[in-house]
């Protein structure tokens, strides 16, 4: 099946510093989603990119939709302890079948230190 | 507005039995799916619907039987429970466009 690699695995920061992740694939994919994850829930969605080159905003996060359709980024600036989770990329394949079907990243798990 | 409700929230299985674990969403959504969640793999799909009365395969099917009788419940099954089967179960639905809404969660134990 198809890849997603989200980097990095992990990151531990302090509290005020930005943060940055990204995730590429081997395909192209026509919708890039950010989700976000606290312990014991379910993901929760942070931003939609639909169109390459994209670039959006969400108060403090920032995310891209890549140009080739192959990669994406978030940046999260001045981090606070509530950013704690665990980050997912999303990619939805072009194409008239894809049906909303989401391959997802292996997640960056964030810590945040006051 | 309740979005995606799953139930149960949590089940320890013995191997061998069965269950059925339920999702509904109160979004009119037409598309629904299932994705299990592992430690360091991320989200897989595994079994989605389009519509009321259909169903598909996705990436990890195997082991896993799904129905969808009326548009706002999607409900997954698991005839005979393995080991392998332990894991995090989310249901999600979106409209015919993105993004998916997720439900909290199942956690399943197949011991």
């Known amino acids: 099946g198809q890849q997603l690699n989200q980097s990095p695995q992990s990151m531990f920061i302090q509290e005020g510093e930005d943060v940055s992740m990204n995730c590429t694939s081997s395909?192209?994919?026509?919708?890039w989603l950010w989700y976000k994850q606290d312990p014991g829930e379910g993901p929760v969605l942070l931003i939609a990119?639909?169109?390459?080159?994209e670039l959006t905003s969400n108060g403090r996060l920032t995310a891209q939709f890549g140009i080739t359709r192959k990669d994406s980024f978030l940046n999260i600036s001045a981090s606070i302890p509530s950013d704690v989770g665990i980050y997912f990329c999303?990619?939805?394949?072009?194409?008239?079948?894809?049906?909303?079907?989401?391959?997802f990243g292996q997640g960056t798990i964030l810590t945040v230190h006051p | 507005n309740a979005g995606v409700t799953q139930t149960p929230k949590f089940r320890v299985l013995k191997t061998g039995q069965s269950m059925t674990l339920l999702c509904a969403q109160d979004?009119?959504?037409?598309?629904m799916y299932w994705y299990r969640q592992d430690p360091g793999m991320g989200l897989r799909l595994i079994h989605y619907?389009?519509?009321?009365?259909?169903?598909a395969k996705g990436e990890v099917p195997d082991g896993y039987n799904v129905s969808r009788l009326k548009k706002q419940n999607f409900l997954l099954g698991l005839e005979s429970a393995a080991p392998s089967q332990t894991s995090v179960y989310f249901c999600?639905?979106?409209?015919?466009?993105?993004?998916?809404?997720f439900g909290q969660g199942t956690r399943l134990t197949v011991v």
């Open positions: 979004m009119n959504h037409e598309y």
């Open positions: 990119l639909y169109k390459a080159g």
């Open positions: 619907s389009v519509g009321e009365g259909t169903t």
């Open positions: 999303a990619g939805n394949n072009a194409g008239g079948t894809s049906y909303g079907k989401l391959t």
């Open positions: 999600a639905s979106n409209p015919r466009t993105l993004p998916s809404v």
């Open positions: 395909s192209i994919f026509n919708t």
